[in-house]
């Protein structure tokens, strides 16, 4: 509401000044309003632009103990249709074999990436191919449809802890 009240009284002071006392012999108000109201139209471009991208999101789970028995693990789901655009995993701990993670949903449908998400040191930047993958193809969910991920080979020491996130957009 203050940001509201503020963008009022900015225009009316813009409109006064260019409106009431801007004629030919005053050109140095005239240009003054004109910006005025050029600034007050790039805040309004501004907070649109901003608007675009919150629709992108990222949601990251810890995992302790990963075995390969982990299969159909429920990582979550929102309450809006998405397309998951990418999934990132870091491991903690020694991570002699590290993690191999798979996506699903909860209709058995397989999420595609670009190769196979293997889990990246928690020391190490995740890159494409390096802890981070992209989803190619079959990555969308409905609303409220859970995402879920398998651990596809066997991690050691299952001691280790990881932290799987995925990247999403809200359709």
């Known amino acids: 509401m203050k940001k509201f009240l503020i963008l009022i009284f900015i225009l009316l002071l813009a409109s006064t000044v260019y409106g009431a006392d ?28 901003i608007n675009t991208h919150t629709k992108t999101r990222t949601k990251c789970i810890p995992m302790q103990h990963m075995t390969a028995l982990n299969t159909n693990v429920i990582f979550g789901s929102v309450g809006y249709a998405t397309t998951v655009v990418k999934a990132w995993c870091k491991c903690q701990g020694t991570c002699t074999t590290a993690a191999e993670i798979s996506f699903e949903t909860a209709g058995s449908v397989d999420m595609t990436t670009s190769d196979a998400l293997t889990c990246a040191l928690l020391a190490e930047t995740v890159e494409e191919g390096d802890g981070l993958e992209t989803f190619t193809g079959d990555n969308t969910l409905a609303a409220y449809e859970t ?24 359709d």
């Not at 801007?22 to 140095?28: A, G, I, L, W, Y």
């Not at 802890?161 to 809200?170: L, S």
């Open 22 to 49: 801007c004629t030919n012999d005053d050109t140095r108000t005239c240009a003054d309003a004109k910006a005025s109201l050029d600034f007050v139209d790039a805040i309004t471009v501004s907070a649109a632009d």
């Open 147 to 170: 995402l879920l991920f398998d651990v596809d080979n066997t991690p050691a020491p299952t001691t280790d802890n990881y932290e799987i996130c995925v990247e999403y957009t809200i």
